[in-house]
């Protein structure tokens, strides 16, 4: 039983951690947004809309696979247990 709490407490960690980063970079995205999309403008040659799009695909499949590859696991866990 020391195996699925262990793996519990790391999925745990590993759902607020990620979610912590999620957090701060799309707080970052919404505050920083006119030096973020200018440095990246420049270093990929890209346009405003092009990054604007870029950035919202970026977020969606970062939530997407911390709650799959995160959440889910964990929750299953604490369900187990």
């Known amino acids: 039983m020391d195996g699925i709490e262990a793996l519990t407490t790391f999925?745990?960690?590993?759902?607020?951690?990620?979610?912590?980063?999620?957090?701060?970079?799309?707080?970052?995205?919404?505050?920083?947004?006119?030096?973020?999309?200018?440095?990246?403008?420049?270093?990929?040659?890209?346009?405003?809309?092009?990054?604007?799009?870029?950035?919202?695909?970026y977020l969606a499949h970062f939530k997407i696979t911390v709650i799959v590859f995160n959440l889910v696991p964990w929750l299953a866990l604490k369900a187990m247990a």
Do not use: N
């Open 11 to 57: 999925f745990g960690w590993c759902t607020v951690i990620d979610m912590g980063f999620l957090v701060l970079t799309s707080m970052v995205l919404v505050f920083a947004r006119g030096w973020i999309t200018g440095m990246h403008s420049k270093m990929f040659d890209l346009d405003e809309s092009t990054l604007s799009l870029a950035y919202f695909k």
